[in-house]
Every structure is written in structure tokens, then in C-alpha cells.
């Protein structure tokens, strides 16, 4: 019932940036918390960022500084800005939100992720 579609991944050089964007669709009554995480080849999946509905948030050690996540609610959509992006950022990067659906069931849903590549 309900889909997050990510974009803006691509390859870009060490210092360069991106945005991301995340947009839900579906049977959506509220989105609490939306954000990112991200997976490298053989590595465990990590915390990017998360932002709640109230604006309030949370960021990986490793991005702390250099990406900023922003959420427009109206279009139940999250971004994130990636600056200085540095090659131990090369991932797949996925999108999650903390939904409400219209049945009233509160579920976590996941994107089907964008490859972020950050090599010279």
C-alpha cells in the first residue's frame, strides 16, 4: 500500500555533493519519522539520518557536518544533502519512514535504495 521511491544517487568525485530525495506514496494517514541509512558491500547497514515529523534530528557520527536532512510533510517527502562527500560514503543508500497508514497501522517501510558512488 505504501512505496518510498528514492533519487539523485549517481557517481560523483571525492568533494563534490549530492541531494537525495525520498518521496511516499500510497495510503498515508502520517509519516513520524523519515530518513536515510545506508549499506556498503560487506558492511552492516547504518544510520544516516533521521528527521521525526516535528522537525527534530539525527545524524551518523560519520556525516555529522557534511549532510543535512530536510523533510517537506505536505508532499511526504525527505531529502538529504550530501557535501564534501568522501569515498568511505560510497553505499547504497536507503530510504525509511515510520508510517501511519490510512487502515491505522503504524509500520516501518523501507526504499528500494540509490547507489551513491564517490571515487576519483
Known amino acids: 500500500q505504501v512505496q518510498l521511491v528514492e533519487s539523485g544517487g549517481g557517481l560523483v568525485q571525492p568533494g563534490e555533493s549530492l541531494r537525495l530525495s525520498c518521496a511516499a506514496s500510497?495510503?498515508?494517514?502520517?509519516?513520524?519519522?523519515m530518513g536515510w541509512y545506508r549499506q556498503a558491500p560487506g558492511k552492516q547497514r547504518e544510520l544516516v539520518a533521521t528527521?521525526?515529523?516535528?522537525?527534530?534530528?539525527n545524524y551518523g557520527d560519520t556525516v555529522k557536518g557534511r549532510f543535512t536532512i530536510s523533510r517537506d510533510n505536505a508532499k511526504n517527502t525527505v531529502y538529504l544533502q550530501m557535501n564534501n562527500l568522501k569515498p568511505e560514503d560510497t553505499a547504497v543508500y536507503f530510504c525509511?519512514?515510520?508510517?501511519?497508514?490510512?487502515?491505522?497501522?503504524?509500520?516501518?517501510?523501507w526504499g528500494q535504495g540509490t547507489q551513491v558512488t564517490v571515487s576519483s
Open positions: 525509511n519512514a515510520d508510517v501511519r497508514a490510512t487502515t491505522w497501522a503504524r509500520t516501518d517501510y
Open positions: 500510497g495510503s498515508i494517514s502520517s509519516i513520524y519519522t
Open positions: 528527521m521525526t515529523d516535528g522537525g527534530s534530528a
